[in-house]
């Protein structure tokens, strides 16, 4: 399955949108233009990506920067997966 349609899926579900995360592109900002998409949030669409990806992701490897764009999210996990 493609990583971005993964992420959107996972946004999707972590964040309760309710399908939005459809009409998502890789230029959709996220991190403070999602009202869901608060500190917590983060932390559980993290454990998500985690848990159904099988990626670990440490603390030191996460900034505001990870999470600016659904691109920006796509290319981080997609790395991830490569590694």
Do not use: C, N
């Not at 230029?27 to 454990?47: Q, R």
């Not at 440490?58 to 900034?63: L, V, Y």
């Amino acid at each position: 399955m493609d990583t971005q349609l993964q992420i959107l899926r996972i946004l999707d579900q972590v964040l309760s949108l309710g399908g939005r995360s459809a009409g998502f592109d890789r230029g959709t900002h996220l991190l403070g233009a999602i009202p869901e998409l608060d500190s917590m949030a983060v932390v559980s669409l993290i454990t998500s990506l985690e848990d159904q990806l099988g990626i670990t992701v440490d603390d030191d490897e996460i900034d505001g920067e990870t999470f600016a764009t659904v691109g920006s999210l796509t290319d981080f996990v997609a790395a991830k997966l490569a590694a």
